[in-house]
C-alpha cells in the first residue's frame, strides 16, 4: 500500500488530482464506511495485508460493493468460504477475480510480492485437502511459496518419512488433521520448525464435528505446536505466512 | 499381498516382465502417489489387510483412481460409509464391486480366505442393523464368518436369554446399541469371550447423536468390554477380526 | 398439620390460648420469616409434607433456628446431606433428632404415618448404598415401608432375577446405580410397576460424575422409566411417596 | 392379552383349532422373530402394555410387517414420530390405524380399557402441543383420562393459578415445556400430585436442543419431579398411565 | 474524582505543591504502573468509578500495595472474595477498610455518594445468600440503597407473591438463584422493572455448578432479564447501579 | 392499553356496548383462552407491553388466529424470527403488518409511544446485522430511538474509537458479535453507560454456534456488562428500551 | 474354580462333608449375601474368573468381609484402586494379600494359572505407568504374561520404532496415554495385532481429564483399535487376557 | 548439543576417553533408558532443544534420577510446573539448579545461547502472570530476550496503547489472558507481529477453568492469531523461540 500512497502524493504534486481528490482519499484512510461494513483501509498499513472477507456472513450485493472498493484500491483481495455459484455471479461483474474451487477461496492478486522461505503444508486425509489449500492459496495470495503433501497421516507413518527431507526444507510447517489429528504431533517431535496445527472437522461420531483433534493438537506432548480453529486454513496460512516474512 | 509377491517375482524370473516392470512394482511398494492420496501399499503386508476407504471426505473421481489401482492389483477393497448413487456411478466402471445397501458399505473380495471361528453380531434394536451390517459385511471380507442376532434389547431381555447359547459358540462378540447402549454390560456379565461395543447414533434428545450409548459402554460394571467409535461398524468388524484371527 | 391446626382452634375456643396467640399462629401459617430464611409453613397443607432443609448451603446457626421452629410445630424434620460433625452438635441441643449416618440424613418423626404400600429399593454396586439409604429414609419418615436389595447389577444379572419375586410385591421401585448405570432399563424391562432411577456419581474417567448413568436412564429404551437429579435419593424417595399414597 | 389366551384355549378345547395351532400360539409367545426384528409378545403379560413401535429407525416394509402381526393379534398398537408420509402408505393397507398429525404418532385400539383416574398436562408455550399430544395420545390408548391445559408458561402466571382448581383434580400432572422450562418446578411448588416434567426441544441458543429445560428440571428446587428424555411425551404419557393406574 | 482533581489543582494554585507534584499527579492520571499491575486511576473518570480489585489472583504483598495507592487517593475500594484470612492481615495496616464476612467483600466507602432509587435483590435460597451480600456491599459502596428478599424461590411461591409490592418498589431487581434458577423468569414475568439475573452455584449432580440455572436464566421465556456470570453478585450489583444512577 | 380500558368504560356509560360486552372484556382482560395458546391480554398492563410472539414454534393458522385478537383490541405487536414467506401470507390478510426482512421480524405500531432517551446498537461484523436490526426494530416499536454503528469489531479498534463520541451519546448501549464476541468487554471498558452484550452464532469451528462469544461475555473483565441468550436481538432491545424508559 | 467344585464333590462322596455341608455350598454358588453386597461367587464358572473389588465405594470393613470369604473359597482376589492405607490395615489381617503400591492394586493368587501368549503394555509417558502397572497386575494375577515398555510417546518417535520388534512379539498390545493420546493411532499404524487404548488422566488445560486422550483413541484414522475407560488399567488388563487366552 | 558431540570426539581422538567410553556414549545418544522413562536425548539435534520435563507426573526420585542424567551431559534442563517443596529438595543434591517461584519453573542454563530478537510477553491481569514468568524463563533458557508488559487487559485500553511502541519492537508477541481473553485480538489487530495466545484458567463460574479464553483465542477475529493449551506458558515460550530463531 505504501506504493499507493506515494503514487496518489505524486499525482497530487503533478496536478493529475485535484486537492479535493487527494483530501478524500486520505479521508478514506482509516476505514470507508459502507454503512453496513465499516471496511479496515488501514489494515494494509498496520497489518501488511488488508482485510480479508469471511463471505458466509455477507449478502451478494455486499460483497459486490466491497469488492468493487477494494479493486478501486489495486489491493489485494482475499474472500473465504466462498461458495461456487457466489463465485460465478461475482466474476461476471469482475472478470480479474480468481477462485481456488477446492477451497472456495476468492482471490486477487494485482501484483507480485517476491517469495520469501517455503511453507510446507501437510495433510493426515485427503478429507483434509479443502482446509489445506485454504492455507496455501492464502499463503501464495499473500506471497509465500508452498509445498503440498498430502494424505500422510499416522495410520501408515512411513508415508511422511520418506518426505521428511523435503519438509525440513521448509521455514514452518502447517499440519491439517482430521479424525483423531495425531498427525501434529508426530511431525512436531520430527522437525525444529514451529508447526501451525490446523483441525478438521472431517470424522463422524465422537469426532463431533472437529473438536477431537482440536483437543489433541492443543494438548502435543511434542513441544513446539501451536493451534488455529476448526477448519481455519486461512488463520493458519496468514500466521504461517507472518512467520514466513520475519 | 505374499501370493502377489510372489507371482510377481516368479513373472520377472520367467522373464515375463521386464527388470523395469519389476523395479516399478517394488517402488511403489510402500505407498502409491496419486498426489491428492498416497495409498499405503504396504499396508497389506504391514497390517495384514489393505488401507480402507473412508468414502465421505473424497470425490467422486478420486474414488474411481482409488479402486482403478486396486483392481489392478487384485487387492480386496472396503470402502465405508457410500452413498448408493454413488456406488451406481462407480460400479458401472468397476461391475465386480458389490454393495451392502443397508450399512451402506463397498467390497471386493477377488480370492476367498479360509473361514476362522466365528463372530456373533448382537443388536440392541432394528435401528443400530445399518451399523450391525457394517461389521459383518467387513468380517465377511477380511475372511470371518458371522451369527446375526438383531433386535435383543434390555427391554425384552428374554430375547437375549434364549439366544444365549448360539452366542456363546462365537470366538468373539460385537454388540451394537442405541438409546441407552445398556445391552454391552448385560451380555458381558453373561459371556467369557471379549465384548466389543458399538455405542450408536440412535435416540433422541438427551441420547446427543450416541453420546450416551458411548458413555455406558465406556463404563460397564462388567468387565470384558472395549469400546468403538459411535456408528462404528467397520472398526468393530476388523477389530473382531483381528481377535477371530489369533 | 391438619391435627395441629385443630388442636389450635380447640385450644382457643376452650379459652386455652388468648385470640392474640391464635392469630399470631394464623399470620405465620403461610411462613414464618427468620430474614434469612423464610420457612414454607403452609407446604405441609399445600404439599402433604412440610419443607425439607438441604444442609450444604446452610451455617450451623441458621439450622438450629429453623429446627427450632419446626420441633415447636411438632412437624417432621427432615434435613438432606449433613455431614456428622454437624448433626453431633445440633442433637445435642434437640436430642429428639435422628440421624441415618450412612445417607448424611437428619430426621424427626412425632408421629407414625400409617404406612401404605411398599417401595422397593434397588441398587447396582455396594457404592450407591448412601443415595438408596436417602430414599429409604425419607421414605420412612414419609410413612412408606421399603424393601432394599442392595448390589444386583447387571454384570451378575443372576442376582437380580432372583430377588424378582420379591421386587414385583412393590408399588414402586427405586433404582439407584453409578457407573453406566444399565440397571434402571433392565428392571423396568422385567416389572409392570413404575420405575424411579437414581444416577449416582460412582465411578471415575468418562462416568464424568455421574453424567453417564444420568444419560443411560435418561434414554432407557425400556419405557415406564422418570428420572432424578445425580444421588438425589431424597428426591426419589419423595416422588416414590407420592405414587405409593395414592 | 389375557383374554385372547383365554380364547385361544377355549378354541383349542372345542377343537376349532388344532393342538399343531395351538402349539405354533404358544411357541410364540415370548416373542417373534422377523429375522430384522423380535417382536416382544410376552411384554403384554409383563408389563401390561405390548412393545411399542419407535418409528424413525425403521424401514417402511419393516414397519408393515410389524403393524401385520400385531394386527393379527388383535393387539393394541402405538407407533412413535412416525412422518405424515409413511402413515398415509400404511393406513392404505391398514385402514383401521388412527394418526394424531400433531404429535406424529400412529395407534390402534381394538377395544376400550376403562379409563381410571385422570392425568392434566400442562404446556409451558404452543411449541410444546406437540410432545404434549403425543402424551395425550399415549395416556389414551393405554386407557387414561386426559386434561389439557396449554400454554400457560411463567411468563405470566396468572394463567395458570387459574386453572389450578382444575390441575388439582388430576391424579398425575404431566408439565410439557421448552426454552428455560421453569413451569415443572412452579407447579410441582402448587400442588400435591407427582409431577412428570418433560423438557422439550423448544427454543434457541443457549436452549442447546432442550439441555436447558433438562437441566432445570433435574434440579427443581421443589419436590415431587421426575424426568423422561427431551421431547419425550410418549415416555412421560406411558409413565404417567402407570401410576395413574395404581 | 472530580473533586480530587479540584482539590489538586486549587493546592497547587495555592502554591501549596510545586509544580513537580502537580505534574507528578497528572502523569499518574490515566494509570499507575505497579509493576506487576497497571492500576487503571482513570477509570474513575471514564466509568464513574475506579478499578475494582478480584482478589483470589493476587497475593497478599501486591493487595498491600495497591490498597496504599488507593487509599492516598482517597478513593474508594472494592476488593471482592477475599478470605476472611487476608481480610485480618490487610486490616491490621488499613483499619480504615471494610469487611461483609458474608460476601468476602472488603471495601472503603471514604465519602457518601448520595443515594438514588432502590434496587431489590432476592434470592431463591438461603445458599444463595453470599452472592446476593456480594451484590448488596457492592451497590451500597456506589451509592445505591438496597432492600433485601431472601429465600423465596419457586417451591412455595406464595412467599415471593407475599413480598410483591415491596418489589415493585425498586428502580431494578436482582434475583439470585441457583439449583434450577427458575425464579428469575418467574419474577420477571410479575413486574416492569428490568431484572439482571445471577446464576449461583448452589446444588448439585446436574447443576453443574451453576451451569443450569445460567441456561435457564439466558433461556427465560419472560422477556425484561438479562444474565451475568455465576456466582458473580459484584457484576450484578455493578450493572443494577448504572441502571439505578440514570 | 389504558387508554382503551377508559374508552371501553365510556362506550358501555354512553351506552354504546351492552353491559354483556363489556363484561366478555373485563373477561378477557387476563388473557384469552385460544385452547392452543392462553393470550397473556393481561401482560400490557402488568409489563408495559403486550405479549410479543415467538414464531418458529407456532402454525400459520396459529399467527393469523393471535394477530386477528390483537388487532381487534388495538395493541402493538411484534412477531419475531418469522420467515419472509409466512410474512407473504399474513400480510395479504393483514396489509397494516410491517416486516423488517433483514431481521426477520414483523411488527404492528398503531400509535406512537413519545420516544425518550437513545440506544446505541454496535455490531462486530456485518453477519451479526440480523440480530442488531431485531433489537433496533423492538427498540423502536415499544418507542426508543437508535443509533446503529454496524461492523467495528476489535480487528481495527479505530473504527470504533472514531465512533465513541457519538456511541457516549445513548443511555444504553447494544453489543452484538460473534466469532470470539471480544467487543462487549472493550466497550464497556471506554464507557459510563450499561451494555448489554448480544452473543450471535456468526461463526464456525470451535465457535460452537455462539457458545464462544456467550462465554466470553459472560467473563468480561470489563464490569458493566450484562448479557441475553445467543441471537437474541429481541431480548436485548427489550432489555434496553426498559432502562431506557426509566 | 471348576477344582474345587470337584474337590467339595470328592469330599462329600468320602464322607469327609456331611450333605448339609453340601448343600449349604452348592446354595450359595450363585451369590453369597452379604446383606451390603451380592458377591457373584457363579461369575468364576460364568466368566472365567471371580468377581473384581472395585475399592473406592466400600468401608473397611466391607472390604474384610469381602476378603475373607474368597480366601475361603481359596479363590484368586483382585482389589483396584485401594488405597495403600487401607492396604496396610487389610494386610495385618489377610498377609497372604499382595499390593503393587504404584497401581495401587492388592491380589492374592493361590496358584498359578499357566500363562499363555504375551501381553505389551506401552505408555506415552512416565505418568501413564501407574495406570500401565494396574494392567499388568491384572494380567498376571489372571496369567498372561507381559512385557512393558514405558515413556516412548510421540514427541521422540525413535524410540517406539527401536522397541517394534519387542512389541511384536506380543499376542495383543496395550497402549496408556495421556496429554494428547496420539500413541495409540501410531502404534497400531505399525503392527497387525489388536491394541487396545487406555486413556489416562494425565494432562492439563484442555486435556480435560484425560477427554482429550479418549477422544483421540475413538478417533483413530488407524483401524484395530479398542477403547476403555479413562484410566481404567485393570479394563485393559482383563480385556488382553481374555484375548490372549483365545 | 553439537559442541558437546565435537568435545567428545576430540576427547576421543585425543585419548582422553577410550573407544569404549566413547562408543557408550554414541549408544545412548537416540535415549537413555532409565526403564520408567526413556530420555530423548537425540532431541537436542533433532529439535535443537533436549526434552523438558513435565514435574507433576513424577515422583522425587524419578526426577533426581533424569536430572543426574542431564547434568552429566552439560544440557540445559527445563523442570515445568515443580512444587516448590520439591525444588528445595532437589536443589540440596544440585545446587546448579535454579527456580522461578512464581512459575514454578526449574531450570539449569550452562552455557549462554547468544540472544536473538526479543519476545513481549503481555498479560491481561495481573493472576495471569504465573503463566507469563512460565513463558519468559522458557525464552530466556532457550536465548530469546523478553519485554514483560503485564496487566494492560481490555478493560483499560489505553494502558495497553500506551505500551504498544515497545511492544511493536518485538519479533514475537506472547498475549497471556483469563477471564474472557479478549486481549489476543485486540492486540493482533494492532500489530503486524504473529500473536501467540495463552488461555489461563483465573476466572470463575463460566469460564470453565479456560475454557472461556480458549474459545475466545481460537475464534479471533482478527487474524494473526494461533493458540496453545490452557495455562501452557512453557509452551508458548518454546514456540515464540522457535520463531524468534529464524
Known amino acids: 500500500m505504501e506504493k499507493e500512497i506515494k503514487n496518489i ?3 497530487f504534486k503533478k496536478g493529475k488530482i485535484s486537492f479535493q481528490e487527494f483530501y478524500h482519499y486520505l479521508e478514506n484512510l482509516p476505514y470507508y464506511d459502507l454503512e453496513f461494513a465499516k471496511l479496515d483501509m488501514h489494515r494494509s498499513i498496520r497489518k501488511g495485508f488488508p482485510e480479508v472477507i469471511y463471505a458466509p456472513s455477507k449478502k451478494l450485493e455486499q460483497l459486490i460493493s466491497i469488492v468493487k472498493l477494494f479493486l478501486q484500491r489495486k489491493e489485494r483481495i482475499i474472500i473465504t468460504k466462498l461458495k461456487s455459484i457466489y463465485f460465478k455471479k461475482i466474476s461476471k461483474i469482475f472478470p ?3 477462485y481456488n474451487p477446492i477451497a472456495k477461496i476468492c482471490y486477487y492478486r494485482p501484483y507480485n ?11 493426515g486425509g485427503t478429507g483434509d485437502i479443502p482446509v489445506a489449500e485454504e492455507a496455501a492459496t492464502t499463503l501464495e495470495v499473500m506471497g509465500s511459496r508452498v509445498i503440498k503433501i498430502y494424505d500422510v497421516g499416522v495410520a501408515g507413518v512411513h508415508r511422511l518419512l520418506d518426505k521428511l527431507k523435503t519438509i525440513k526444507k521448509a521455514k514452518v510447517i ?7 489429528g495425531a498427525l501434529a504431533s508426530l511431525v512436531s517431535g520430527l522437525v525444529k520448525q514451529p508447526v501451525i496445527a490446523v483441525p478438521t ?3 463422524y461420531g465422537a469426532n463431533f464435528k472437529g473438536i477431537a483433534p482440536l483437543l489433541t493438537m492443543l494438548n502435543s506432548c511434542s513441544p513446539g505446536v501451536a493451534v488455529v480453529n476448526i477448519d481455519n486454513g486461512f488463520g ?3 500466521f504461517a505466512h507472518l512467520i514466513n516474512s520475519l
Open 9 to 11: 502524493l505524486t499525482k
Open 96 to 98: 480479474e477475480l480468481k
Open 113 to 123: 510480492v517476491k517469495a520469501k522461505g517455503m511453507v510446507a503444508i501437510i495433510t
Open 174 to 180: 502447517i499440519v491439517v488433521a482430521g479424525m483423531e
Open 201 to 203: 472437522s472431517v470424522g
Open 236 to 238: 493458519a496460512g496468514y
